[in-house]
């Protein structure tokens, strides 16, 4: 078999990508790199506004099913929404290639959203038992318990097929918040979201490409191949 380059393709697309045409270019893109026949593919991407179901999905939880268009993913977790001013960062990477460990790899993927996030001066956070990536929110009241407020600014979800990724990740640059309405984001109902705009920051989707870029390499696992 042809032993590709070590190093992930970096695309980033114009304009918003249909969802249909991104589910499309994952899987054909992941089966390339399980034949050994494409490098492997970090995908940056925009979407038209759109909710998207995991397979945790729960109907309750799409509160507002006509708002916009509803696509089964078929990644883990439950409802997330994709659109306009969120950086999409889709991994398509060979996990085989870097150690067989799903659990490893999806804290990778939580160490690189926060090591991006630290360009910025964002202290982004980790919760058990709520996926994705959070930031504290002093400006906003204490919950009930007292501790501080927290919004989740970057999602997680990804799906794998012969150890190989496909979906990846989600960065709130500065997409229009009232969008989350329409769902239950990940089926927490508690805390908000957030974006890095809404924090203050006048940060553009080309800065965050660039910390993305910049953090990838010291947060995920690098490849183990055997020597050709």
Not at 36 to 55: D, F, K, N, Q, R
Not at 87 to 109: E, K, T
Not at 146 to 174: M, T
């Amino acid at each position: 078999m042809h032993r590709m380059s070590q190093t992930p393709e970096w695309i980033t697309a114009d304009g918003l990508t249909p969802y249909p045409d991104a589910l499309a270019f994952m899987e054909a893109r992941a089966e390339a790199i399980r034949a050994g026949t494409a490098p492997e593919c970090i995908w940056l991407v925009e979407h038209p506004p759109l909710y998207t179901s995991g397979t945790s999905a729960r109907i309750e939880d799409l509160t507002d099913p006509d708002r916009f268009p509803v696509f089964e993913a078929r990644r883990g977790g439950q409802y997330t929404y994709h659109g306009p001013g969120q950086r999409v960062a889709y991994v398509m990477l060979d996990v085989g290639a870097r150690g067989h460990d799903v659990r490893r790899f999806v804290q990778d993927l939580e160490n690189w959203v926060i090591a991006a996030l630290g360009e910025f001066n964002v202290r982004g956070e980790i919760r058990p038992g709520r996926v994705g990536v959070w930031v504290e929110r002093p400006d906003k009241p204490l919950q009930f318990d007292g501790s501080p407020a927290e919004d989740k600014v970057a999602a997680i979800g990804i799906r794998l097929r012969k150890w190989v990724s496909f979906h990846g990740l989600s960065i709130n640059v500065e997409p229009d918040l009232s969008h989350f309405d329409g769902i239950v984001p990940c089926g927490i109902r508690d805390h908000g979201v957030t974006s890095l705009v809404d924090l203050g920051l006048p940060v553009t989707m080309a800065d965050v490409d660039v910390a993305l870029r910049k953090t990838f390499d010291s947060s995920i696992t690098a490849r183990q191949d055997a020597p050709a």
